[in-house]
């Protein structure tokens, strides 16, 4: 199978193809697709609920699609396990935490170190490289701390740490600057961006609007399951059907949580 | 019923089957399942052909089979459904429902026939007074204090709770055998219907199961407590908000599970026999039946022990099996229990979100010096205690001796469970039914030559029998998984010790020579033998602590945290849960090779799978993923048997399960450990331990009462605060909902009117 080549005649690095989930009665998604090339960074946003992060289980095998694959690279990947996916090459955050608790954070980098060795060849030393990762992430000081005990921000940049460390070829993450503070949340964009600037292929789902319209070249907007808009920040921005989702939140544009009306 | 209210019920269904436990694929066809079952049919049907007793096939017979099958598998319906209406409002499985019920069963013995009651006062009393009242008082000294532990302690709380009561009774009513609780109405009371004699009490037993499912329904169904407990069973974290209502229905539903234990026991001690054992082990029947109603569904929970106990009857009229699987119709709940835990689809990998079981003080690892260092010191010690320089000289005698081998022996087989449980978190009870084919695989290969090389034997050949009992626990998770060990423990019990070729009960004698090891000649008794075990021992716990610091330790206790993160970085789960049960089971396995040294003779009753819960309780108890815990656990082990021999008292005499039992129900406050709580009290002495101090100054400031004027909000926000505060914007999602009414609410709070 071969990849879509998208408008500029790119071809994407990861697609999700029409994916359908269901839970029960609702459809969690109904033929969403999305796709991302190497070195972009492309946003997907939506109201709470609209189904994101449900498309990140998916992409990255923690959920299985009622319908609809996920290609990466020209393969369907989609009946593979999630460890088969990340040793080929997709790595995630989550947006509500899933740290290894018990254990420091350096070692929570070094646990995706020493997996990475078994595939990838390249010789190294697993307690050096995952040092580096965290002080690339900025949070070399809490090294030998225990995740637990740290601050929600700080733990979002270890699991950043912990993802980078597999050295993926697509990375997802979910909520990146939920709990960071603003120095925080800046670092991480221009981290993001320096990895894309490496050949990255990365999907982000974020709240923040400044956050997503700075660093994203296209976004994808998600809006009960479906997706309802595609393009740069500037035209989803304008887009009525986007406004429409976003209901009564000219006055904040976009800030996610809608009220009730 | 309105429309609106079956409304909510089907959304209620609907969350039940997409978001609870167990974690299910929805396929349309379950082949799998189709596969399995018509297999076990056929097996079922080949086995019966096989051992067909030539009972002939009468209508007396077959009635008889169905009556009585039917009042046991009634009795089994009540405890179960106790079961499953404490789990599903409270969210606690209570491992102790049998022990409860026999302890009233015990209680009703005592009014009714050591004092002489009358019948209906001494039942009134117990089921409806005492027992609700004792399961009122559970909920508020123990149950509530369980809801924010990890599942591992949750489990372990509640089998210490089983095992107290079971030493509870033992020492209320000394000397387990020779008491009888008469059927209602007497042995005699009985009537015809054609040609099947009913008596009196399986028919009552029969319609009081019939009218405890009617009363659940109705209560459940139409009382607005009961849809208060459905509620909490819908949406844990909405109703944990109501607070006192969520209190009364969580004291309701233990009161509730009490007394239908009480009925259960009452019912069933006339059947079997007042004995402590036999009673608590109608649990394992329960628990068959609840995991057919997959936990919560009581229909199904019925239809299960009705069939067990049909089936059961089945097996001893019509089938007859030769010594070795002679309990076949007691293995019967065993089988059933692994038959739903093997049809049960896989656990999905699945991302939960920061867990409260996050310490937030997690200890510093131990490294291989201090580690060395620390058994060299055991060493050092146990050498001058068996060369009779300490107090206690009696140590040296062969009964301190071998009271030594007894507690090295024991914390060789606990450290089979540090990796396993302490480390990658599954939860295991069957850790001495691995011992026991360790020192089988012993006696028969090497035991008689006294090679050492059969200690290697032993741990390599039992590690297989470890990746078997993998195979359920791979596709399980928590609770499941910690059933299916249950089951295999008590499996192997029943089947497999039992065998002739595996144990000959008829062998007497030593199967065991000395071992020689290098010229040295240690008899299982001696002193060379407890220091050669002081060595081994600290060997194994040296190579725990190193393993521990390895990637197999990191990447085991990264799954404990995880299965869903530790899947996205690469891990095999599958693969990495094998490796630990497999390490697990041959360090057991070695263990039983060395007890079987110690005792000499190997028989079916060392093995069983009430006599390893204290083993597992005490390591526990000690903080389960520390090796030195084991240290722990064989020491009170041994002291418990010490104080019960040296200060002669009968209510002492069921000390080596009661102290278990009240030391894990005890741990509910104080879950990181015994071992733990010493360790951090004690670094601090330590010179090199400069880091200790730190953290107890830190610790000590933190707990210093804020100054007048102080905001408490210096302290910097923790995953567990996250935790709390996602837990309770959830619960305000919900709440937001107009008129919430329902559990779908979480998925369509943000949406606008349609
Ligand atoms: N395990 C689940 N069971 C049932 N419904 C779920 C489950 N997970 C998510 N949902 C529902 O699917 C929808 C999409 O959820 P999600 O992907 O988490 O949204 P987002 O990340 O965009 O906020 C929501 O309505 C949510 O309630
Ligand atoms: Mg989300």
């Given amino acids: ?261 | 019923m309105s429309p609106n209210a079956s409304d909510a019920v089907g959304r209620a269904e609907r969350r039940d089957t997409a978001a609870d436990v167990p974690r299910r694929r929805r396929t349309p066809v379950p082949v799998r399942q189709a596969v399995v079952l018509s297999g076990l049919a056929v097996g079922a049907v080949v086995v019966s052909a096989a051992s067909w007793a030539g009972t002939p096939v009468t209508v007396g017979n077959v009635g008889g089979m169905v009556v009585v099958g039917l009042s046991l598998g009634a009795i089994y319906a009540v405890s179960a459904s106790g079961l499953v209406v404490v789990y599903t409002t409270t969210g606690v499985f209570n491992f102790a429902q049998g022990a409860v019920g026999m302890y009233w069963a015990f209680v009703y013995w005592e009014l009714r026939v050591n004092r002489g009651w009358p019948a209906p006062v001494a039942l009134a009393l117990v089921v409806l007074v005492l027992a609700p009242l004792g399961g009122v008082l559970l909920d508020r000294a123990v149950m509530r204090r369980l809801r924010n532990l990890p599942l591992v302690l949750q489990l372990m709380v509640t089998v210490g709770l089983m095992v107290a009561f079971m030493g509870i009774a033992a020492t209320q009513w000394q000397g387990d055998r020779g008491r009888t609780v008469l059927p209602f109405f007497g042995h005699t009371g009985s009537f015809e219907v054609i040609g099947v004699t009913v008596t009196w009490h399986r028919l009552i037993t029969i319609l009081v199961a019939a009218a405890i499912a009617l009363l659940l329904r109705l209560l459940l169904f139409r009382a607005r407590l009961g849809v208060a407990m459905r509620a909490v069973v819908d949406s844990r974290s909405l109703a944990a908000l109501n607070g006192a209502n969520g209190e009364a229905v969580s004291a309701t539903a233990w009161a509730i599970g009490s007394s239908l234990a009480a009925v259960a026991g009452i019912l069933i001690a006339p059947e079997s026999q007042l004995v402590v054992d036999v009673l608590t082990l109608v649990v394992i029947d329960a628990f068959a039946a609840a995991a057919v109603g997959r936990m919560r569904s009581l229909p199904w929970t019925f239809a299960g022990a009705l069939l067990l106990g049909v089936g059961q009857q089945f097996i001893r009229r019509f089938l007859s099996f030769d010594d070795g699987f002679a309990n076949m119709h007691e293995a019967l709940p065993t089988i059933l229990l692994f038959v739903v835990v093997i049809l049960l689809p896989q656990a999905q990998l699945r991302a939960r979100g920061v867990s409260a079981q996050l310490a937030r003080r997690t200890l510093r690892l131990t490294d291989v010096k201090e580690s060395t260092v620390g058994v060299a010191a055991l060493f050092m010690l146990v050498l001058a205690w068996t060369g009779g320089t300490l107090p206690f000289t009696d140590a040296w005698s062969s009964v301190g001796i071998n009271r030594g081998v007894t507690m090295m022996v024991t914390a060789i087989i606990m450290l089979s469970l540090v990796p396993l449980t302490g480390w990658a978190g599954q939860v295991s009870f069957a850790p001495l039914a691995f011992a026991g084919v360790g020192a089988v695989i012993f006696a028969k290969i090497t035991g008689d030559t006294g090679s050492a090389y059969g200690l290697v034997l032993a741990a390599a050949l039992t590690a297989p029998v470890g990746a078997l009992m993998a195979l359920p626990a791979v596709r399980l998770q928590g609770l499941y998984l910690a059933l299916a060990s249950m089951a295999f423990a008590r499996g192997f019990e029943l089947l497999f010790f039992t065998q002739t070729a595996v144990i000959d009960p008829n062998r007497g004698g030593r199967q065991f020579a000395p071992l020689s090891i290098g010229g040295w000649e240690l008899t299982g008794t001696g002193r060379g033998y407890l220091l050669a075990l002081t060595v081994v021992f600290g060997a194994m716990v040296t190579g725990l602590v190193a393993l521990r610091r390895s990637r197999w330790g990191r990447r085991w206790v990264a799954m404990k945290d995880s299965e869903a993160a530790a899947a996205t970085l690469g891990i095999n789960v599958i693969e990495t849960k094998v490796a630990v049960f497999v390490l697990s089971a041959a360090m057991a396995g070695f263990g039983g090779a060395l007890f079987g040294l110690q005792v000499g003779t190997l028989n079916v009753l060392q093995f069983e799978l009430l006599v390893g819960l204290p083993i597992v309780l005490l390591l526990v108890v000690g903080g389960v993923s520390l090796p030195a815990a084991a240290l722990f656990g064989g020491v009170n082990t041994v002291l418990f048997i010490v104080i019960k021999d040296r200060w002669d008292y009968s209510w002492l005499s069921a000390l080596e399960v009661l102290g278990p039992g009240i030391m894990a129900v005890v741990m509910v406050l104080n879950p990181a450990g015994a071992v733990a709580e010493i360790g951090r009290g004690f670094a601090r002495f330590l010179p090199w331990r400069a880091d200790a101090r730190a953290a107890y100054a830190a610790e000590v400031a933190a707990n210093r009462e804020p100054e007048p004027g102080e905001l408490g909000l210096s302290r910097p926000f923790t995953a567990a605060d996250m935790v709390a505060t996602e837990r309770a914007l959830s619960v305000a999602n919900e709440l937001a909902r107009p008129g919430h009414d329902g559990a779908a609410a979480a998925m369509t709070v943000e949406r606008p009117a349609p």
């Fill in chain 1, 1 to 261: 199978m071969t990849g879509t080549m998208t408008g500029d005649g790119r071809r994407a690095r990861l697609e999700a193809r029409g994916v359908t989930v269901r839970f029960g009665g609702l459809a969690a998604l109904s033929d969403a697709s999305v796709d991302v090339r190497a070195g972009e960074v492309v946003g997907l946003i939506g109201p709470n609920g609209a189904g994101k992060t449900t498309l990140f289980d998916v992409i990255c095998g923690l959920r299985a699609p009622d319908a609809g694959s996920v290609v990466l690279e020209g393969a369907d990947i989609t009946g593979r396990s999630v460890h088969r996916r990340a040793r080929l090459g997709i790595a995630r955050t989550f947006q509500k935490l899933e740290v290894f608790g018990n254990l420091s954070a350096v070692d929570n980098v070094r646990v995706a170190v020493e997996m990475r060795r078994r595939w990838d060849r390249s010789p190294m030393r697993p307690l050096a490289e995952a040092a580096a990762v965290l002080e690339r992430v900025g949070i070399a000081a809490v090294a030998g701390e225990a995740v637990a005990g740290l601050p929600t921000g700080t733990a979002r940049l270890v699991e950043l740490a912990r993802a980078l460390a597999t050295n993926p070829r697509v990375l997802l993450l979910d909520e990146p600057s939920s709990g960071l503070d603003d120095s925080e949340t800046s670092e991480v964009a221009g981290l993001v961006r320096s990895l894309c600037d490496d050949g990255l292929a990365v999907l982000l789902v974020e709240h923040d609007m400044s956050f997503v319209m700075d660093i994203c070249e296209r976004i994808f907007v998600l809006d009960f399951g479906r997706i309802i808009a595609e393009g740069s920040p500037q035209d989803v921005r304008v887009d009525p059907a986007v406004q429409a989702a976003y209901l009564g939140t000219e006055a904040a544009p976009m800030n996610g949580h809608r009220q009730a009306p």
